[in-house]
């Protein structure tokens, strides 16, 4: 550990808390260098020198939801981005690794409004709305692709009990500035890379047409007609339980944070249960999507009451569920 452990740092000359929210082309000589002058003036170490091991994994901060012009911007996202910043820079000397997840899509995937056709209309459905295998069947809704796959895979999901298939906006595309992360955030990991020499790490996910990919571990369905479209990222799973704490934050805590916990857990219960101890959730570096509503303002979905839930659920199985002002205490 570094030997500035229990040293509270400063936050660097470029961080502005009024920008996190704003898009702007990442200053990556700027920051490496004045990451480099950093580590000097506060003793800084090389991260392969901790004798504990601290990771920070953020899901999804990515533009498509975290800036507020994105399709599926999530309220709240811009104010986590900056505690999730402030987090990095306040404990820069603790985290020694850092993950982040890339949700990656393309135009034809089966939530995205190209996938279907409202068969009242003729036209794609907007975003928000909800297909159920029942709607397929009374042909509420054509799939425009895959028709005997799509009802196959919306029969799967909705077996599981978690959600039924949601379309989303287009987001998050690859190749697209949705892509990105947020670029204070991109800032952040690139001063840690520097400061503490060690790689940021990347994990993507979401680019099989024919299903959801909340969780970073695994998709929503895994097997469509016999087709497999996926399965547990077994080596992610374990880069993070190589740790001796794993801090989680992210969007949304409805989605992609919730599944991605509920897999990490259920996978911890079947390795070994007291891996859970490692887990540290920043409950206040993540938000829900809002709640889905019919035209007359009845709630169809409630998503954020979902991921209260799920956090509740998460504490009561033995993860630790903190804040990210909390001192990181090793």
Known sequence: ???????????????DTNKVGELYYSRDAEVAAIAS???????????F????????????????????GASLFVPGAVEDVTRICEFIYRNLNKISEMHFSLDTHKAFQIFHPSFWIDNATGEAPGPFTLISAQDIKDGKY????YP???????????????????????????????????????????????????????????????????SVL????????????????????????ENDRVYICGQASSHCVKTTIEDLLREIMAVDPDLVKKVYI???????????????????????????????????????????????VL
């Open 282 to 328: 920043l409950e206040d570096c993540m938000s829900p999507v809002p709640a889905v509503t019919d035209a007359d303002g009845n709630v169809l979905v409630d998503f954020p009451a979902m991921a209260t839930q799920a956090l509740a659920d998460f504490k009561a199985a033995g993860m630790n569920v903190v804040l990210s002002t909390e001192s990181v």
């Open 148 to 214: 005997h796959e799509c009802l196959a895979y919306c029969e799967e999901l909705e077996k599981t009990g978690k959600y039924v298939l949601c379309v989303w906006p287009y987001h998050t595309m690859l190749g697209s500035i949705g892509h990105a992360l947020l670029p204070a955030l991109f800032e952040a990991a690139m001063f840690h890379a520097i400061a503490r020499k060690k790689q940021t790490k990347f994990e993507t996910k979401g680019m099989h047409p024919l299903t959801e990919n909340y």
């Open 37 to 47: 002058a950093y580590a000097k003036a506060n003793g800084i170490t090389p991260a």
């Open 49 to 68: 020198e901790d004798k504990n091991k601290v990771a920070l994994f953020v899901i999804d901060g990515q533009v498509g939801f975290c800036w507020p």
């Open 1 to 15: 550990m570094s030997q500035t452990a229990n040293k509270t740092l400063p936050f660097p000359s470029f961080f």
């Open 142 to 145: 054509t799939p425009a692709l």
């Open 218 to 241: 695994s998709p929503e369905v895994k097997n469509v007609k016999g087709q497999v479209v996926g399965q547990f990222n077994t080596r992610f799973f374990k880069a993070l339980m």
